[in-house]
């Protein structure tokens, strides 16, 4: 029987400091502005799932957050002088971009199952442009096993020259819409047509993320954006 998960001391405590310290940053820096978080179901476990542009996106959604959240990243980051130690010392958990990993998948299925909220990025890396790219299934075989809702989260403005413009005094419009929980469909069949459901719930997911985005935005998922009504019908 899998040790429930719970989190180190060590990354409570830093994370006690440090998210009012970036919250803020971020809101000296820039024009913020947040909807949707009466959406969000405090207390409980779930899987928030963000489009990526930058490497601004992760802190942003972690110090606006109204809950602590567990955070996933791509193993990169832990070679890059300054973030290694921000995702060291919060506990980030390293993810290798391409690969399967089972034992990750698994200790991030049982973070969940022990009642954690945790965020993702379902592309598997940022864009450096708005516009989305194809998401990996990763997102859906998690929910699959985990069987947590999955909470869609659109952020605006965080490109690579946010802090550019931040620190030359021009107050840059940030912003982070949260949509409502929903679940997947229940995942069905073997091989491939199994291969093909996850992609249609990986899809899914996308769907509501472009529905909280502009259009420049939305990038391949422009014809895929799905509201909280369509779902609902």
Do not use: C
């Amino acid at each position: 029987m899998t040790e429930k998960y719970s989190v180190r001391m060590k990354y409570r405590i830093f994370r006690f400091f440090a998210k009012p310290v970036f919250r803020l940053l971020f809101l000296a820096l820039a024009h913020v502005t947040v909807t949707g978080k009466e959406n969000i179901p405090v207390g409980k476990a779930y899987m928030v799932a963000a489009n990526h542009v930058s490497l601004y996106d992760p802190p942003l959604v972690l110090a606006l957050w109204p809950e602590m959240l567990e955070a996933m990243g791509a193993a990169d980051i832990w070679k890059k002088t300054g973030q290694s130690t921000l995702v060291e010392y919060y506990g980030g958990i390293k993810v290798h971009r391409g690969e399967y990993d089972r034992k990750l998948i698994d200790m991030v299925v049982n973070i969940l199952k022990s009642g954690y909220p945790m965020v993702i990025a379902p592309e598997g890396g940022r864009t450096h442009q708005p516009g989305m790219r194809e998401a990996k299934q990763g997102i859906a075989f998690i929910l699959e096993m985990a069987q947590v809702p999955v909470v869609p989260v659109g952020v605006v403005g965080t490109t690579d020259d946010f802090a550019e413009k931040a620190f030359s005094f021009k107050k840059p419009k940030i912003e982070m819409h949260i949509g409502k929980p929903f679940h997947l469909p229940p995942i069905e069949g073997k091989g491939a047509e199994r291969r093909e459901a996850r992609q249609r719930n990986t899809d899914l997911v996308m769907g509501h993320i472009a529905a909280l985005l502009p259009e420049e935005y939305r990038g391949v998922y422009a014809d895929r954006v799905i509201t909280q009504d369509e779902e609902n019908g």
